[in-house]
């Protein structure tokens, strides 16, 4: 059964950083491209960021650009979220989620995020 | 990039039918055939519930389907039931390695 579990969330002041990870079991891992989708509390649904199946391409939302940096380390199956120069728009819940194709390229990468994980919750308060 | 456009509720009774729209542009929903929905119930995790405009990912029911007419989008679900009752987001690839999400429609079985 694939998974994917979410870590490194808490409290964080203003200003500060934070490093998410998503570790990853029971799917070809190098395979697929991964997102990172946040929702702030009672709100909907922001795509964050996506790196590809071999890394070697990162795409992000504007309101983090410059800010967050996605990467990905297979000999653990594991995708990170670098969070720097965090405000209070940042609180969220942030699920990481994997793309519905394998090897995916141009627009297909975002179609369809098939497997989530349950998120953590990331809160920046002073 | 603003959100697409969903209405805030949705409701019907079990076993009608209930259908909620997503309105885009040309740049996203009309424009590629990259269009999802995603269910959520609280405190969960969201769900694909339908990919690339109409397919159905496995183990999802039959009576989701999803369908697009220029820069709408729709998800329609028959024979309604109570497990149904959730929130429900569409999101389109609107090109240059872009997603964006819907508000999220709030489906209430009565």
């Known amino acids: 059964q694939m998974h994917l579990v979410e870590s490194g969330g808490g409290v964080v002041q203003p200003g500060r950083s934070l490093r998410l990870s998503c570790a990853a079991s029971?799917?070809?891992?190098?395979?697929?491209?991964i997102h990172w989708v946040r929702q702030a509390p009672g709100k909907g649904l922001e795509w964050v960021t996506f790196i590809s199946y071999d890394g070697s391409h990162e795409y992000y939302a504007d309101s983090v650009k410059g800010r967050f940096t996605v990467s990905r380390d297979d000999s653990k199956s594991t995708v990170f979220l670098q969070m720097n120069g965090l405000g209070a728009e940042d609180t969220a819940i942030y699920f990481c989620?994997?793309?519905?194709?394998?090897?995916?390229?141009?627009?297909?990468?975002?179609?369809?995020?098939?497997?989530w994980g349950h998120g953590t919750l990331v809160t920046v308060a002073s | 990039q603003s959100a697409l456009t969903q209405p805030a509720s949705a409701s019907g009774s079990p076993g009608q039918s209930v259908t909620i729209s997503c309105t885009g542009s040309?740049?996203?929903?009309?424009?590629?055939?990259?269009v999802s929905w995603y269910q959520q119930h609280p405190g969960k995790a969201p769900k694909l519930m339908i990919y690339?405009?109409?397919k159905r990912p496995s183990g999802v029911p039959d009576r989701f389907s999803g369908s697009r007419s220029g820069n709408t989008a729709s998800l329609t679900i028959s024979g309604l039931q109570a497990e149904d009752e959730a929130d429900y987001y569409c999101?389109?690839?609107?090109?240059?390695?872009?997603?964006?999400f819907g508000g999220g429609t709030k489906l209430t079985v009565l």
């Open positions: 999101n389109a690839y609107a090109g240059s390695s872009n997603v964006i």
């Open positions: 989620a994997k793309g519905f194709w394998e090897f995916c390229t141009g627009g297909s990468c975002y179609d369809g995020f098939d497997v």
């Open positions: 040309s740049s996203d929903v009309g424009g590629y055939n990259f």
């Open positions: 029971g799917f070809t891992f190098r395979g697929y491209g």
């Open positions: 690339e405009v109409s």
